[in-house]
């Protein structure tokens, strides 16, 4: 069950996705051309009603036309029908029967059902259709009719001939009709008609109180004169542009904290010669790096430390040149860098404390920055 229900949305996942990609491909759309065309109607039956059998009054029938199509739906022609029509009587079972010549043009007003119902398609193979109008029935040579009614008045003594004429007569008459024409090409279609026609008691020279009806059942070509509709493409619409509005977070940076600088100490030792507290010309550059330090780190402080070689000397004199030695720096700093008192810390170890392992190196002030 659950693979049915999926193959049936995939089914129809797809058939709207063919739907889609369909209603966004270009079209080409008909358009109608008002033309002129001719009807050509060889091919025909009249048949009149009469007292006598249906066979009896047929007879052969043609048409010839011009018209203009207006619209998709409706047209005019002008139609000119003719060539016989019948009439009968039948007296104590004897049959009498005559016809005689006309012409009838029309002017008919046409209707294109299929059009109208289904609408415009110039490529329909069946077109399905109506038409009204009227005009003018042109009679002669009835000559027939007067023969009848000689032959009925000698044989029963009667005349039903009441409303017989000669000559020409022209009677207006009304009819209407519906066609089916079977199109062969885009110029030329076979159609067939059939219409009732209905004009004056008079026509078939018989008096019956009604109007006289025959019915013309033709068939032949339509030829249209020159194009029938133009085409023209339809671009695909454009595609719908959807704006999405897109959501920044915005981000807000929160400030690193700031972090005390390191401070890396320095140390310097300021060498002295034997017995002596001055500082050498080759050592004054050490003092002035402590000084540039501590200058650079107003927090730092410096410790000085006088020391004396435990090889020379005594206890006496090795404390006395340790200190010396120390204040000589502490002097310094203060005179020549202008560093403040406070900053300074200083102390002498003598001969007591060697921090070196050379004899000659522990003649030192050793300086430490930090």
């Known amino acids: 069950m659950k693979m049915k229900k999926t193959i049936m949305s995939c089914l129809l996942a797809l058939g709207f996705l063919s739907a889609s990609a369909q209603d966004q491909q270009p079209r080409t759309e008909y358009v109608f051309n008002p033309h002129w065309y001719v009807q050509l109607q060889p091919v025909g039956i009249q048949h009149t009603l009469g007292e006598v059998d249906f066979g009896d009054l047929n007879s052969y029938n043609v048409q010839a036309a011009i018209g203009r199509q207006f619209s998709p739906v409706f047209g005019l022609r002008l139609a000119v029908n003719g060539w016989q029509s019948k009439a009968g009587s039948e007296i104590n079972g004897d049959k009498y029967t005559w016809d005689w010549k006309y012409v009838a043009p029309s002017l008919d007003l046409t209707v294109n059902l299929s059009n109208a119902l289904c609408g415009y398609n110039p490529n329909r193979v069946f077109n399905f259709g109506l038409f009204l109008g009227g005009g003018a029935n042109i009679g002669f040579s009835n000559d027939k009719a007067a023969d009848a009614k000689t032959a009925m008045g000698a044989k029963h003594g009667v005349n039903t001939l009441e409303y017989l004429w000669d000559g020409s007569k022209v009677r207006p008459f009304a009819q209407g009709g519906i066609t089916a024409d079977f199109k062969l090409s885009d110029a030329i279609s ?136 120390a204040d000589a720096v502490v002097k310094a700093l203060k005179e020549q860098y202008s560093i403040s008192a406070d900053r300074i810390s200083y102390d002498s170890k003598g001969a007591r404390v060697q921090p070196f392992a050379e004899n000659d190196m522990n003649r030192v002030s050793i300086c430490i920055a930090e």
């Open 190 to 325: 076979f159609g067939i008609e059939v219409s009732a026609n209905t004009l004056s008691d008079k026509y078939n020279s018989k008096n019956a109180d009604n109007w006289d009806w025959y019915f013309n059942a033709l068939a032949g070509l339509k030829i249209n004169l020159g194009p029938t509709y133009t085409t023209r493409v339809i671009p695909a619409p454009e595609p719908e542009i959807r704006y999405v509005e897109k959501v920044v977070e915005k981000v807000v940076e929160v400030p690193a904290p700031v972090q005390a600088p390191v401070i890396e100490p320095i140390r310097r030792d300021v060498f002295f010669k034997i017995n002596s507290f001055k500082i050498q010309d080759s050592e004054a550059s050490k003092v002035k790096d402590i000084a540039d330090y501590l200058n650079k780190y107003p927090n730092a402080k410096v410790v000085v430390t006088g020391y004396a070689d435990a090889g020379t000397g005594n206890d006496k004199i090795n404390d006395r040149l340790a200190a010396q030695r």
